[in-house]
């Protein structure tokens, strides 16, 4: 099962909700606030509105798959010994390869559950 990148984005989180619930007087929202503040402050400068937080969405997976509103099954290849990349995912969504599907993609997850997991997570 994997959680892509393309998910993440299409996922992400507000900052302004985010610094909301950091805000809250617990350990670890005060704790997430401190090594999570530069990535977002980075993230807010160059990517625009939303935080995108790839192992929060694949721990919210994880833990509630329930939450999940549509996966595909695709074959995927981990590029190990790549010219131009190594660690990539490489799927095939069409595919073209012959190869049989292999990982179940994450594309669509409830986007009020997954907030309510961070903010649970936080304390919050």
Same mark, same amino acid.
């Given at each position: 099962?994997?959680?892509?990148?393309?998910?993440?984005?299409?996922?992400?989180?507000?900052?302004?909700?985010?610094?909301?619930?950091?805000?809250?007087?617990?350990?670890?929202?005060?704790?997430?606030?401190?090594?999570?503040?530069?990535?977002?402050?980075?993230?807010?400068?160059?990517?625009?509105?939303?935080?995108?937080? %790839?192992?929060?969405? %694949?721990?919210?997976?994880?833990?509630?798959?329930?939450?999940?509103?549509? @996966?595909?099954?695709?074959?995927?290849?981990?590029?190990?010994?790549?010219?131009?990349?190594?660690?990539?995912?490489?799927?095939?969504?069409?595919?073209?390869?012959?190869?049989?599907?292999?990982?179940?993609?994450?594309?669509?997850?409830?986007?009020?559950?997954?907030?309510?997991? @961070?903010?649970?997570?936080?304390?919050?």
């Amino acid at each position: 099962e994997v959680a892509d990148w393309e998910a993440t984005v299409a996922h992400g989180l507000l900052h302004a909700d985010v610094e909301k619930w950091l805000a809250a007087d617990t350990d670890k929202a005060r704790f997430y606030e401190l090594i999570s503040r530069q990535t977002r402050l980075w993230s807010e400068d160059s990517r625009g509105e939303r935080w995108f937080a %790839a192992d929060a969405l %694949a721990m919210a997976w994880a833990l509630q798959p329930e939450g999940a509103l549509r @996966v595909e099954s695709r074959p995927l290849n981990v590029e190990l010994a790549g010219v131009h990349s190594r660690g990539a995912t490489i799927v095939d969504w069409n595919r073209q390869t012959g190869q049989p599907d292999n990982t179940q993609l994450l594309m669509a997850y409830d986007q009020g559950r997954f907030e309510a997991q @961070v903010r649970a997570a936080l304390g919050v």
